[in-house]
């Protein structure tokens, strides 16, 4: 889909999509304009994750954006563009790098994928300093789904009335992983045009032949 030296955009298979099985499927390829994509990525926010005892003595941590005007304008059109391609099966990734030093850079990863009208948004790392191993495994590039450390970070939008809420074990809570994925309703979501869906497939069975508004 994009990639430059230090960033990308891709797509990758999801496994826990079953091709016999189509209430798991994606509703991909699915077309949605970048201004939207720009509307998700804006309303995204990071919080430090607190325990109640800590919130009780210390209240709450500040909103973070979860994203630079520079990594939103990098990202907004080339996901816009990955959700036009990918099929039912696979998810949009992405990978954004800022090199610190030849074996040190601070990354922020995650996923994404839609259900009917229902973006999913998840966020795999949120700017942490990753050190190349020794040995050369480039972890982080490989499996941008996967966190590379304790993530210690709730994922929060605004407006929150977009939100779909999720449920999550306590064992997430108490790991700070309960907050790291988020569902939002992008009919929600104020824009100048309709989010738009291209049907996978017609009347006489063949792919991508018409597209449909949603």
Known sequence: MYEDPVNYVRLEEDADVLAEWPPTHHTHPFLIEPEKIRTVLTGLKVQEHRTALQRWFLGESPLVPAFTDEEITLLSAHLAGAFAEATYNERV???????????????????????????????GNWRIIYGIPAYGMI???????????????????????????LKNS?????????????????TKLESSEPVTLLMRTCMNGQPLCSRDPS
């Not at 590039?141 to 929150?160: N, S, V």
């Not at 306590?170 to 569902?183: Q, R, S, T």
């Open 93 to 123: 990734t992405f990978y954004l790098s800022q090199p610190q030093t030849f074996a040190r850079r601070i990354i922020t990863t995650g996923g994404l994928y839609i259900h009917g009208t229902e973006l999913h948004f998840l966020l």
């Open 170 to 186: 306590v064992i997430d809570g108490i790991f700070a992983n309960a907050k790291d994925e988020l569902v939002v309703d992008l």
């Open 139 to 165: 972890y982080d590039r490989r499996y941008p789904m996967r966190p590379t450390a304790a993530k210690g970070f709730d994922l929060l939008f605004q407006p929150a009335e977009a939100v779909i809420p």
